[in-house]
Nanobody
Framework: QVQLVESGGGLVQAGGSLRVSCTAS????????MGWFRQAPGKEREFVAA????????LSADSVKGRFTISRDSAKNTVHLQMNSLKPEDTAVYYC????????????????WGQGTQVTVSS
């Protein structure tokens, strides 16, 4: 029903910034909370940030508070994750996901997933 297409991943030096984006199609964007998760090789997928359907409330992991900002553009059916002050430990595949309900930190709550985009932070 919903397709999520991600973009913006790449290589950046520690301390730098990067913005990843996710564009949704096949559904009504405003009905979904959106989230970002990440997974490094050999590690479990972990929550990064989420935003409610309107965009007035957000959640974020303690590890990225103050550095990452999630936002959404309803006119473009797109959610963004602005990543500043990047650290090597932020290196991972970043996935966006859509949820029919309030934003959540739990992977199992999300109904649709993108394919992921690689973010690599060098030291």
């Amino acid at each position: 029903q919903v397709q999520l297409v991600e973009s913006g991943g790449g290589l950046v030096q520690a301390g730098g910034s990067l913005r990843v984006s996710c564009t949704a199609s096949g559904g009504t964007f405003s009905r979904y909370a959106m989230g970002w998760f990440r997974q490094a090789p050999g590690k479990e997928r972990e929550f990064v940030a989420a935003i409610n359907r309107i965009g007035v409330s957000t959640l974020s992991a303690d590890s990225v508070k103050g550095r990452f900002t999630i936002s959404r553009d309803s006119a473009k059916n797109t959610v963004h994750l602005q990543m500043n002050s990047l650290k090597p430990e932020d290196t991972a595949v970043y996935y966006c996901a859509a949820l029919q309900g309030p934003p959540s930190r739990l992977m199992g709550e999300y109904d649709y997933w993108g394919q992921g985009t690689q973010v690599t932070v060098s030291s």
